[in-house]
């Protein structure tokens, strides 16, 4: 994986690109290089710091890069034994594992419980776009695994909607969770918004998000999913006619004047009816007697 992180097209006739520091002969141990960069932890006072305790600033905006899925089999304080699992395999059994191993190669937990050697690890890999800076967090916690899954479920949304080579800007937080306990705070990745790495140039450039309400201005410029209501045209059926809204030479023209009866009447009295008639009156029976 080392090799493999924020891998990007690079040019080929090039000594950063061909640089190679191990020795021939020398095979490195398996797992190797599973920390990049700063170590960063999340300790019991809810605080991030690096491995020699020293506190991360909380508004450090770091770039989600990869995650890993690891076992490890500790030993005085290290690890003796590293397997890396392949994307989509399942973890093994510990507890079979850890049942094979000697009470006397087990190790004091943090609760002050003996548990097994063999240990299952989620490690996400994270980078500083300003310094490329690397970052490493590793985690065998349960609310490490939650705050690991829920990041990687939101990335995985996100390119269903926003396409592949999407990565998440996050900063180091903590939220609340409960347990048998009562509760306390676990990590937290806040995401503070998405950017695009990779492409021909292999440059880093900023995702905007869809506006939650869209305007006439961006309406037809947003990818956002949002459907727009109907206008009143279309719900009229009907073309609503322009009064000269848009401007000219002379000015805005005005609006026809309104219809009003009383005018109407005045201009155009209607006709009264005649009070002699052409002919002879017909008889009624009133007429009649």
């Known amino acids: 994986m080392?090799?493999?992180l924020m891998k990007t097209e690079m040019p080929a006739a090039d000594g950063f690109t061909g640089w190679e520091d191990s020795v021939e002969g020398v095979e490195r141990p398996e797992g190797a290089g599973?920390?990049?960069?700063?170590?960063?932890?999340?300790?019991?006072?809810?605080?991030?710091?690096?491995?020699?305790?020293d506190e991360i600033a909380t508004d450090l905006e770091l770039i989600a890069v990869d995650v890993q899925r690891v076992v490890q089999k500790w030993q005085d304080g290290l690890p003796a034994e590293t397997r890396i699992l392949e994307p989509g395999e399942k973890f093994p059994d510990l507890e079979a594992l850890n049942?094979?191993?000697p009470r006397s190669e087990w190790v004091e937990g943090p609760d002050g419980?003996?548990?097994?050697?063999?240990?299952?690890?989620?490690?996400?890999?994270?980078?500083?776009?300003?310094?490329?800076?690397k970052y490493t967090f590793p985690t065998g916690t349960v609310g490490g695994r939650i705050a690991v899954g829920e990041l990687r479920d939101k990335l995985i949304w996100m390119r269903r909607t926003r396409?592949?080579?999407?990565?998440?800007?996050?900063t180091l937080?903590?939220?609340?969770?409960?347990?048998?306990?009562?509760?306390?705070?676990r990590p937290h990745f806040k995401i503070v918004r998405w950017v695009r790495l990779g492409g021909e140039g292999g440059e880093v450039g900023a995702l905007p998000l869809p506006p939650t309400t869209p305007t006439p201005a961006s309406s037809a410029q947003s990818e956002s999913p949002l459907v727009p209501e109907p206008s009143l045209a279309e719900e009229m059926d009907d073309e609503i006619p322009d009064f000269g809204s848009e401007n000219t030479e002379g000015g805005?023209?005005?609006s026809p004047p309104l219809p009003n009866p009383r005018r109407d009447l005045k201009k155009n009295p209607p006709a009264k009816a005649s009070a002699k008639t052409t002919g002879k009156r017909r008889l009624t029976n009133l007429d009649a007697g």
């Not at 396409?163 to 996050?170: A, S």
């Open 34 to 53: 599973i920390i990049q960069g700063a170590l960063v932890k999340f300790t019991n006072e809810a605080q991030w710091t690096t491995r020699d305790d």
């Open 163 to 170: 396409g592949p080579n999407v990565y998440p800007v996050v």
């Open 252 to 254: 805005p023209k005005a």
């Open 173 to 185: 937080s903590d939220t609340h969770m409960r347990t048998r306990f009562g509760g306390r705070q």
């Open 99 to 101: 049942a094979e191993v």
């Open 113 to 133: 419980k003996l548990r097994g050697p063999w240990q299952a690890q989620h490690i996400l890999y994270l980078l500083d776009p300003g310094t490329m800076d």
């Open 2 to 4: 080392s090799n493999q």
